[in-house]
């Protein structure tokens, strides 16, 4: 007899699938909303970031994160390769000399955020040169993807694999271990592209997860996330702590899971 799968771990269904886009517009505009705010944000010391789109989004489709990290007084930068179209030799070489271009430049570890396909490459890199990443804070990624049926965007993914010199092998990070460097997961238990128990990280000293209430594709604009990157960033180097939201915004941060 089949057991009732768990919650999260398979595709999202229709509802959320199709309103995916629809509550990503609604995610921007409460980021505009609450846009007076900013002020209140957690600020830090204004050390490096570098920000790797999702599967084919740009340094365009991550402008709203840019411009609040920018805000802050953070140097925020792109990945500067064009569409995210997967691991092609563009992308993995480019992302590789980015990484060692701004460590170089700033003569310290640089800050990596990933908007789900650009979290996996995050992690990857961090894993990679670890001296040269400060911490990785994901959104809405799918870092344990164990199937390709967890998620919707895998024909778009396989569209260009021709193009691809790194094989995507499942499960994602398999008897990895945790990232020798702090890493945070933001998900959303709404999500409607890929099955939200996929991007949660394991449990380790210095890894969390971080639930909000967003769209897939909302998630690199919505202020609960974007509340939370700041509060990441906002740590010493060296003092590493996990999040904890403020009382007047504790609402906006469900229970995380475990994937115990």
């Given at each position: 007899m089949t057991g009732t799968p768990q919650r999260g771990t398979a595709a999202p269904g229709d509802l959320l699938y199709f309103t995916d886009p629809a509550r990503a517009a609604i995610d921007c505009a409460l980021l505009a909303y609450t846009a007076p705010l900013l002020a209140a944000f957690?600020?830090?010391?204004?050390?490096?970031?570098?920000?790797?789109?999702?599967?084919?989004?740009?340094?365009?489709?991550?402008a709203a994160l840019h411009t609040v990290l920018r805000a802050l007084g953070y140097r925020t930068h792109g990945w500067r390769l064009g569409r995210n179209i997967g691991p092609t030799s563009k992308a993995v070489h480019g992302m590789r000399a980015r990484l060692d271009y701004l460590t170089n430049r700033y003569q310290q570890p640089v800050t990596l955020i990933g908007w789900s396909l650009g979290g996996i490459y995050a992690r990857q890199l961090a894993r990679r040169t670890p001296q040269a990443v400060r911490q990785v804070i994901t959104l809405g990624s799918p870092i344990r993807l164990a199937r390709h049926d967890q998620s919707h965007a895998n024909h778009l993914f396989h569209r260009h694999?021709?193009?691809?010199?790194?094989?995507?092998?499942?499960?994602?990070?398999?008897?990895?271990?945790?990232?020798?460097?702090?890493?945070?997961?933001?998900?959303?238990?709404?999500?409607?592209?890929?099955?939200?128990?996929?991007?949660?990280?394991?449990?380790?000293?210095?890894?969390?997860?971080?639930?909000?209430?967003?769209?897939?594709?909302?998630?690199?604009?919505?202020?609960?996330?974007?509340?939370?990157?700041?509060?990441r960033l906002a740590q010493p180097a060296d003092r590493w702590t996990p999040f904890q939201p403020p009382s007047l915004l504790r609402m906006a941060y469900p229970a995380p899971e475990s994937r115990s």
């Open positions: 957690p600020r830090g010391d204004h050390h490096p970031v570098l920000v790797l789109p999702r599967l084919n989004g740009s340094d365009t489709s991550t694999s021709h193009l691809h010199i790194e094989p995507l092998d499942l499960p994602l990070e398999r008897d990895a271990g945790p990232l020798p460097v702090p890493a945070t997961s933001i998900y959303t238990p709404l999500d409607g592209i890929v099955a939200w128990r996929t991007c949660l990280d394991e449990p380790a000293p210095r890894t969390e997860n971080i639930a909000v209430l967003s769209s897939h594709l909302g998630i690199a604009s919505h202020p609960a996330a974007l509340w939370a990157v700041a509060d």
